[in-house]
């Protein structure tokens, strides 16, 4: 390939800098987490990227829960459902839930809810009519505060060669459609595209209900988030990072582009 765009988790292993994007509860909206995740990633993961010319690094909008039958109002309506996770570190948490994770590519949800292999998936709102899953997955599950249920990393990169082989010219094009600034543009419009699905929902345009989960039962479920956290930490130290290091970056520059 010359120019892919993919999630970094689907490739198990191979970028485990980018792993901390993954952890419950990190993200806020997609436009503020998709800056931290560009900037984190040009600052800790060029050795990963070797021969990619990376034009943004992102993440995508607040991922939440949704499911065919089930209305999840507290955690334990989660336990035995068979539910899609993107990545190693999501489907570890959906497993702590209670749940069956199922990893698979966001494509192959709707086969795998229609013959009953899903009983859910999590999905930023913006994917639900994308994907097709607006009439299957009716219940929706989403968290009180700042902090939303996961993201994951995502790339558009270009082959190293392919853009040292370009005229000035054109890499000058690509440059300015790159960067940190395209980060924030992707992750705007994920967010814009969410409002719009959730707004639908709500005024009866799609079916489904929204159940936001308050302050309390949240809690419930940010606690089991920060064991997969602390677990990643161990991992990572295992494997000669630091773990603690790179989650705390990681929320700090969050946070940080949350306030701006």
Partial sequence: MD????????????FPRAEVFDLPFIPTTGAAT????????????????????????????????????TRIESLDDIEGLKMRGPSRLVNRYL?????????????QALEALSRGVLDGT???FE???????????????????DHALYTTMMIVAMNQR????????????????????????IGQIMD?????????????EQPGTITQLDNEETARWQAVGQEVADEWIAD???????????YNDARHLIDKFTAE
């Fill in 236 to 246: 990572a130290e295992e494997k000669g990072l630091d773990g603690e290091a790179l």
């Fill in 162 to 185: 392919k853009y040292d082989a370009l005229p000035s010219d054109l890499q000058a094009i690509i440059d300015a459609h790159s960067g940190i600034q395209e980060a924030r543009k």
């Fill in 3 to 14: 120019i892919i765009w993919t999630v970094l988790g689907y490739n198990a292993g191979r």
């Fill in 122 to 124: 999590v999905i930023p």
């Fill in 34 to 69: 998709s800056q931290a995740a560009h900037e984190y990633a040009m600052t800790h993961m060029q050795d990963e990227l070797a021969g990619v010319y990376p034009i943004a690094v992102h993440t995508h909008s607040p991922g939440a829960l949704h499911t065919k039958e």
């Fill in 127 to 145: 994917a639900i009519t994308a994907m097709g899953l607006a009439d299957i997955t009716t219940e929706h599950t989403v968290f009180s505060g």
């Fill in 95 to 107: 497993a702590k839930l209670g749940a069956e994770p199922i990893g698979m590519p966001v494509a």
């Fill in 192 to 204: 814009d595209a969410d409002q719009v699905q959730i707004q639908a929902i709500q005024d009866g």
